[in-house]
């Protein structure tokens, strides 16, 4: 139990839960060797995954099994994930989102124009393709 990096077989269960929660999961395969699982009972409950652009993140696939939301497991995800981030050299994190813009201030994310976010980043596929153009976008800076 806890949260863990995530491998190559739990993939399928990523997907079920990005699934449940309409996220894309476009690029999900190049990314997961920075993606992170929570795990209870031996079984996958939730997930985050960050894309590395240099110095630049994009916080992504944030989903909790719906039995299990309420516990907190969002917040610990989210920030082993900006952990992750920092670990990584990112001093600057990003996200788009279309349901979940209110649980993302308490890390530091701020709403910004989606013409102000990295190149690096604006060039992912999650940007150009996953996800749609009213999605809100956020941005945080990463202390030390």
């Known amino acids: 139990n806890g949260i863990r990096a995530a491998t190559a077989g739990d993939v399928p269960a990523i997907i079920a839960l990005l699934e449940k929660d309409k996220l894309p999961l476009v690029g999900l395969k ?85 013409d102000d976010v990295d190149p690096a980043v604006q060039r992912s596929v999650e940007f150009t393709t996953a996800c749609p153009a009213d999605a809100v976008t956020m941005r945080a800076a990463l202390g030390p």
């Open 30 to 114: 190049e990314y997961v060797a920075t993606a992170l699982v929570a795990q209870r009972n031996g079984r996958i409950v939730g997930c985050a995954a960050v894309e590395i652009h240099g110095t630049a993140g994009l916080l992504r696939s944030v989903a909790v099994d719906a039995s299990r939301r309420g516990e907190g497991l969002g917040h610990q995800l989210t920030q082993a994930a900006l952990d992750l981030a920092r670990a990584r050299g990112v001093t600057t994190v990003y996200l788009l989102t279309t349901t979940a813009a209110a649980f993302f201030p308490r890390f530091g994310f701020r709403e910004i124009a989606r």
